[in-house]
Structures are given as structure tokens and as C-alpha cells.
């Protein structure tokens, strides 16, 4: 009995995170929000402006979402989940890659990928680590460029 309660938890995360990431891909952010947790707690890598431990829903929606990256993009432009693979999920967490992004307002393409970690409560999101190129997202959503103009290697990472 306990094999599958845990079997039907993965495969209802798995369930969450493809309505959540299609919500995201049909720029649906109303619905994306929904699925938050009152108490979401979202770590993001690095140093950059929008880098750290976001706590609560507001945090991430206003400062992070709306400030920090849709903020900094052209709204015509952005499109998140444009695609994505679930790598790996169990009874409570879900591993996913996920490519979006979209033109920015200082005129930097912003064509991010993540690697995302995903906890589930309740059917909501409450908590998420998300992995980044942190030069990208300083050049693009902070107009913090680089030094040195690095082009994407010959051979592209594929999932």
C-alpha cells in the first residue's frame, strides 16, 4: 500500500509541474500564481539582482516575476516553457529543464535555460530551487554586460 501512495504522489507532482508548465507556455501568469503556495519559498542561484531566497507568494510574483524578469523584458516577447523535460521525480520532489525567455528592453535576447527543482504541498508549489546562466540573466535583465563576449558552444546541450 505505502509503494503505491507514493506512486500516485509522483506521478500527481508530475501531473502539477505540465499544468504548470503549460500555464507558463500559454503565458496563462494569473493561473501560474495560483499555483503558488501562500508560503512559497523560491531559491534562486547566484549573485544577480533577482539570486537568493524569495519567501511568500508576494515576494515571488511582485518583486521576482513582475519586477525582476518580466520587468526587464519586452511583454510582447516573453515566452516561458517554450519547452521542457521532466528528468527525474519521486513522491515529493521534481526535477525539470525548462527554456524561455524573450526580448529585453535593453535589446539583449533573454533565451535562458533552467534546471529546476520542485516541491509540492497541498497541490500548490511551495517550494522551487532554480538553476540559471547568471551571466546571461546579469547581461539581459540587469544590462550588467560582460567583459569578454562569449558566443554558445558549437555543440548544444540537448535533454
Known amino acids: 500500500m505505502q509503494q503505491e501512495t507514493g506512486t500516485m504522489a509522483r ?3 508530475i501531473n502539477l509541474l505540465n ?4 500555464l507558463m507556455q500559454n503565458g496563462d501568469w494569473a493561473a ?4 503558488y503556495h501562500d508560503n512559497i519559498v523560491v531559491h534562486m542561484l547566484g549573485t544577480t539582482p533577482a539570486s537568493g531566497r524569495m519567501d511568500g507568494k508576494a515576494m515571488v510574483t511582485d518583486d521576482l516575476i513582475a519586477e ?8 510582447d516577447t516573453i515566452k516561458f516553457a517554450r519547452k521542457w ?3 527525474c521525480a519521486d513522491d515529493q520532489r521534481v ?9 529585453t528592453k535593453s535589446g539583449v535576447t533573454y533565451d535562458q535555460t533552467y534546471c529546476e527543482i520542485f516541491r509540492f504541498q497541498d497541490g500548490k ?11 546571461l540573466a546579469e547581461a539581459a535583465l540587469f544590462e550588467n554586460p560582460l567583459t569578454v563576449i562569449r558566443h554558445p558552444a558549437a ?3 540537448d535533454y
Open 32 to 35: 501560474v500564481e495560483a499555483m
Open 11 to 13: 506521478q500527481e507532482n
Open 85 to 87: 523535460k521532466i528528468m
Open 19 to 22: 499544468q504548470y508548465f503549460t
Open 125 to 135: 508549489l511551495i517550494e522551487m530551487h532554480a538553476f540559471f546562466d547568471t551571466a
Open 95 to 103: 526535477v525539470a529543464i525548462m527554456e524561455g525567455g524573450g526580448e
Open 68 to 75: 525582476k524578469v518580466h520587468g526587464a523584458m519586452v511583454p
Open 155 to 157: 555543440a548544444q546541450m
